[in-house]
Nanobody
Framework: QVQLVESGGGLVQPGGSLRLSCAAS????????MGWYRQAPGKQRELVAS???????NYADSVKGRFTISRDNAKNTAYLQMNSLKPEDTAVYYC??????????????????????WGKGTLVTVSS
């Protein structure tokens, strides 16, 4: 019922820039946190950056000053602007969102439930 779709990955030279997008769609009542994670070959998935609905952000030390996360609440979309890219930024980048959905029971009672969703990822390769 809820989908996250990432886009914007690709091949870029060291020092270059890319902008990733993550669009959420489906049965969405509200979105609290949206975040970007990445997983390099042979490594664990790690948090890159996150942003809450009010706009407060959090970054991994390795990307501070180079990456900027933002979101458009009206479009249910998060962005990751990546500048000064390094070969060590090469990874599959995944979007994650904490989404609340409104549903109804068979007796037409409304209720809400929340869960985290993941996108399928977009590959970023930084190489000359």
């Amino acid at each position: 019922q809820v989908q996250l779709v990432e886009s914007g990955g690709g091949l870029v030279q060291p020092g270059g820039s890319l902008r990733l997008s993550c669009a959420a769609s489906g049965s969405i009542f509200s979105i609290n946190v949206m975040g970007w994670y990445r997983q390099a070959p042979g490594k664990q998935r790690e948090l890159v950056a996150s942003i809450i609905s009010g706009g407060s952000t959090n970054y991994a030390d390795s990307v501070k000053g180079r990456f900027t996360i933002s979101r458009d609440n009206a479009k249910n979309t998060a962005y990751l602007q990546m500048n000064s890219l390094k070969p060590e930024d090469t990874a599959v980048y995944y979007c994650n969102a904490d989404i609340k959905t409104k549903a109804t029971t068979e007796s037409d009672e409304e209720y809400y439930y929340g869960r985290h969703y993941w996108g399928k990822g977009t590959l970023v390769t930084v190489s000359s």
